[in-house]
Structure formats: C-alpha cells, structure tokens
C-alpha cells in the first residue's frame, strides 16, 4: 500500500520545483520526502489523491509538467507539448472515472485533435489532425489528461529513438544507450519517473522492446481487442495501441476504458484485478540457432525467468521458435516496401524535387523507400502471403500451450551510435533491424497478445532485461493475470533507473 502525503507538502514542493527548475535559477539537489514519495505512486494512486481532494488536477498537472523540463533536457523524450489544452481540461474531467485527471503523455504517431503529429519527420511537422482517432476518446474517457507527445524514430523507420527533427532520446539506465523502438519518448518519460503512465504504439515490438530495456511493463494486444486507433474507425493489420507503465494494475486499469466493447472482435474483458490460480504450460523457447544468436546477457535473464516460473509451480517444455528468421526477414521488408513506396511521390509532390534532394526526409528512410521500388509486385504479394499465414501458426502452438516465452529481443539494447538517420539503407541495416525485432515482429501478424514483463537486472550489464510473453488470440485477460503474478513474486516498482526523478539531482 503506497503511502500518503499532506495536500500542503505535496503542493508546495510542485510550486517549488516548478518555480527553481522553469526559471532557470541556480539549483540545489532536491531530497525531500514527499519528492520520493510522490515519484513512487502510480497514475491509480495519484487518481485517489484527486478524488480525495487532496490534489487539484491543474496543480497535478502542474507538477508533472514542472517534471517534464526537469527530465526533457537530458532524455529528450517530448516533442510537442500541449499544456495549455491540459491546463484548461483541468477541473473539468470527472473525478468519477478512473483517472480522475492523472496527465499523459501520447506517442506522436496516433491522432489527437489539435495537437500536431509529426510521426518524427520533418515531413509531417505541420500536421494537425482535426479530431481524436477513437482509442484516444477512450483514453479522454478514463479520465487522463494529456499533456504532449512523446518522441519517436521518423515514421518507425530506425530501431532506436532517433530524428531529425527532435534528436535522440536516452535511455534513463545508461545515456549511451537508446530506448529502442518507435515507443522509446514514452519508455524513457515513464523509466524516468516523469510520469506512470505513457501511450505508446506496437506494430513490431514497439510496446514492448522499450519496455523491456527500460525495465517497464509494456502490453501488445491482440489484433481488433482496442478501439481503432486509425482516421475513419479504421484498425492497422500489424499495429496496436496500449500503454507502458509501471504496475500492472494501470495498464489493466485503462484497457477497460480503450478496449471495443462491442463484441465484434471478441467478448470485451473489462477490468482484470488479480492473478489466476492456474497453472500454466508455457512453451519455452531458448533459441540460440546461428542465424540470429541470443547475446548471453539475454539468455541468462531468460533462463532465470523460467526458473522463476517454475518455482510458481508452471510446466514449461522447451521449442524452437516456429517463425523461420530468414523467411520472416523477407516478407517484412517486402511489406514494408509496399507500404512505404507510394510516399516518394508525396514527397516530390510537397519539396518540388527528387526524393533524395527533398530534405523532407532522412537519408535513411529516403534511401529505404528507393531500395523499395525494386521490390516487384509479386515479391510483395509472397511476403504478405507469409505473413498472412501466421496467424495459423500461432493457433496451432495456442492449442497445444497457455503461453509462450521468448526473449523480447536477441540483444539487450541498442548504442545510440549503433546506426543513423543519416546513413544509407544497406542489406546490413536491413539485417540489424529484423534481428532486433525476430521475436516480436511475427506476433503483430499473428494478431496475438503479447508483453514484456521487467523481471531481470544483472551485475553483466547496466540495462534491464525484460521477458516476453505471448497468448493465443483474445487471450489478453491471460497474461494480465500472469502479469500480477510476476509482480507479487518479483515486484519491480523498486528498481528505478539512475538518471529518473527518483534522484532529482542527476537533473541538476
């Protein structure tokens, strides 16, 4: 049970963090009691504070602003900001839904009415969607606040957070490292206790490769179970849209509130509270074959992870994973290619000049829609055929085990001078990139659940080490109550990342 703190504490310590850190004055290291405990309470806990009346949503929102340019310079985890809009919603969000008010933060690739979108290129740095996509009326719905967008590489295109037009984000355990993948702004904001609570998105392991080399809870539901998070009601074949957090009970929390309702897709699972009594046979997959080598550091977290399982009383029986890497390789790069080619005339058309000449996009996403129209139409037709058979593969596994457990990548992070939106797209680029992404890609085209769950910090390397875990189709319910079980048996909320506000003096 988190503890509580006196409305007049906590309110003058916002009031004097916020007026130290936005001035600019000269700072001394912060270490009041009421800093710790604030940064340790999750966006429910904070909710109670609200409801309580403890806590008015502006000074809430004031406080996680102040939060914000305190942590920004340092992990670059934001690009537009929207305080204003927050601070006018405050005081008028329902304290009876669930949030209460509790800010957030969105990743700038999903649609929020009068917030710029940039998806992180210079392309779209003008773009203002008009209204909400309707995940994010969900998001409103429970009560959140939304104070901003969270960093990403441009249009998913690099695997570390990385742009042109807003520079790299770091990861809060080791500033030489990335946050990985397209969610990275909101891995970084939540690892560095700016805030609980972050939106991110998943299309091949976006939710869940930052999560796990930040040392956060990230979920990946099943295909269809989330409100449409495209213009026009419309769903992504491969990307999906929940959150990273801290406890499981946020995530849990919110997916009640952004889940469909309607039956369609699947019996809508409400609020999960608690772990299940049963247990689990869990397909184990170690994976070390020559072709896309598990570094050991990865290893070694996933064997402990099994033994830990195992001590739960779970039956794990070790397979090989059952997506050929090579032939996965293939067919992503296909689709992809036949996803990106049609912007080279967008581009043209807006500069007035050859795609490579336009400087409306990297060299290296410039460079990859090149490289993709050398792709035929039959080769991209083949690569979606495969892809489009996955979901077969999934549910024979699913028919024969509760779950399955890979790493969430092959290696444990990325260096922030492992790759560039500067360079050149090559064979080698392409390779690195589905190497970081084999065992989390195939999931998003099997339309299958999934999460990285932080169970693993070793004295071999300075980055968490999450697990992953996937479900059959609609089995979301499943590993959310795995993921309560996890927590009590491992709590995690006490490990927190050398540069997060936990220690407010590294920002100082």
Not at 29 to 46: G, I, K, N, S
Not at 164 to 180: E, I, K, V
Not at 450 to 475: C, E, K, Q, Y
Not at 483 to 507: G, M, Q, T, V
Request: proline residues 6%; aromatic residues 8%; charged residues 20%.
């Amino acid at each position: 049970m988190q503890s509580t703190i006196s409305r007049r504490k906590f309110v003058l310590y916002s009031a004097a963090l916020g007026s130290g850190l936005l001035s600019g004055c000269e700072q001394k290291p912060l270490h009041t009691e009421a800093y710790d405990e604030f940064v340790e309470f999750d966006a429910l806990a904070l909710a109670q504070l609200l409801q309580d009346r403890q806590l008015s949503q502006l000074e809430l929102a004031n406080i996680i602003i102040a939060r914000i340019e305190a942590a920004n310079p340092t992990l670059n985890f934001m690009t537009n900001r929207a305080y204003d809009r927050a601070r006018s919603k405050a005081g008028s969000i329902s304290l009876d839904s669930p949030f209460a008010g509790v800010p957030i933060l969105i990743k700038d690739m999903i649609d929020v009415g009068g917030i710029p979108r940039t998806d992180g290129s210079r392309f779209l740095a003008g773009n203002i969607p008009t209204a909400n996509v309707q995940y994010i009326d969900g998001i409103e719905q429970a009560g959140l606040n939304i104070l901003g967008m969270t960093n990403v590489p441009e249009l998913a295109s690099l695997v570390m957070t990385d742009n042109a037009l807003f520079g790299a984000t770091r990861n809060p355990w080791d500033l030489q490292y990335s946050t990985f993948t397209s969610s990275g702004g909101s891995a970084a904001a939540v690892a560095g206790g700016v805030l609980p609570m972050a939106h991110g998105t998943d299309g091949a392991g976006s939710c869940r490769l930052p999560a796990s080399t930040t040392g956060i809870l990230g979920m990946k539901a099943s295909r269809y179970r989330m409100l449409p998070g495209e213009a026009g009601g419309r769903h992504d074949i491969a990307k999906t849209n929940q959150v990273l957090t801290r406890t499981v009970r946020d995530s849990a929390a919110l997916l009640d509130y952004t889940e469909d309702k309607s039956g369609n897709y699947y019996p809508p699972i409400g609020y999960v509270v608690a772990p299940s009594t049963k247990r689990l046979k869990i397909a184990y997959v170690t994976d070390t074959t020559s072709t896309a080598e598990v570094e050991p550091e990865v290893l070694a977290a996933q064997v402990n992870t099994a033994a830990l399982l195992e001590s739960l009383g779970h039956q794990l029986v070790e397979i090989s994973f059952p997506i050929n890497f090579e032939q996965m390789s293939e067919s992503y790069l296909a689709f992809f290619a036949g996803k990106v080619a049609g912007l080279k005339n967008l581009v043209e058309a807006a500069s007035g000049k050859p795609l490579l000449e336009s400087g409306l996009l990297t060299p290296l996403l410039a460079s990859n829609i090149e490289a993709s129209l050398s792709y035929q139409a039959e080769e991209i037709r083949a690569g979606n055929v495969f892809l489009e058979s996955l979901p077969a593969v999934f549910d024979q596994l699913f028919s024969q085990y509760d779950v399955m457990l890979t790493p969430v990548s092959p290696v444990q992070g990325v260096k922030l001078d492992a790759a560039s939106y500067n360079d050149t797209w090559s064979d080698s680029i392409a390779r690195f990139m589905m190497l970081c992404l084999k065992f989390t890609a195939p999931i998003n085209f099997g339309g299958n659940p999934a999460m990285s769950v932080p169970l693993n910090w070793t004295n071999d390397t300075t980055l968490p080490i999450g697990s992953h875990f996937v479900a059959a189709r609609g089995n979301d319910q499943l590993l959310y109550e795995l993921a309560y079980e996890l927590e009590a048996a491992r709590p995690w909320r006490d490990y927190w990342a050398p540069y997060s506000l936990k220690y407010p003096e590294r920002f100082l």
